[in-house]
């Protein structure tokens, strides 16, 4: 017995035409305006990333200011001669690599005392000398600052501590650090 074929040529009776029945298969319009949707959410996607970005940066670069703050205040009293360390780098040093000593204390991270870390600048300024006169230098006062390394696309503010612990910031991005920061 011989099968009857359908209009279409197919012996099993079934339609080849209706293709969105077996499939998915979508056409170049479809296909383009798919494309044009995923790209206008990237561009309100994109300004949204940056500035979370930014926000992390700051967040990081005021958490450093108090790693930084710790590593002053250790320093001062393991090392009482020379008060504050004037340069992150004597903070700084590879633990296990040598003994701690007042020229490379090891109480802060390799990262932080290079001075750069999470699109922020580092630096110990403003170092108050002792008044007394010792063989030693003795710093009695220090204030550290963290700049952004690319003003608008790495930070906005700028921010500063002392010897007294007070975090504050400089709008302007800079190290007129006038504003608290909570």
Known sequence: ??????????????SRSNSRATGFRFTLMELL?????????????????????IETNENAAIASLRSIYDAEVRYQAAYPAHGFACSLSVLGGKPGSASPSPQLAQLLA???????????RFAVTSCIPSERKY???????????????????????GFC????????????????CSQSVE
Do not use: C, W
């Open 161 to 176: 501590i002392d010897q007294q612990g007070e975090t504050k910031a400089d709008p302007a991005g800079g190290v007129n």
């Open 135 to 157: 063989q030693l230098p003795e710093f009695t006062g220090f204030q550290v600052t963290a700049v952004p390394q690319s003003l608008g696309r790495t930070g906005h503010r």
């Open 110 to 120: 390799n990262d932080l005392s290079s001075g750069r870390k999470s699109g922020y």
């Open 1 to 14: 017995m011989m099968l009857a074929q359908t209009p279409q040529g197919d012996p099993d009776g079934v």
């Open 33 to 53: 305006i798919l494309i044009a949707a995923v790209l206008v959410l990237t561009l309100i996607a994109i300004p949204n990333f940056s500035g979370m970005k």
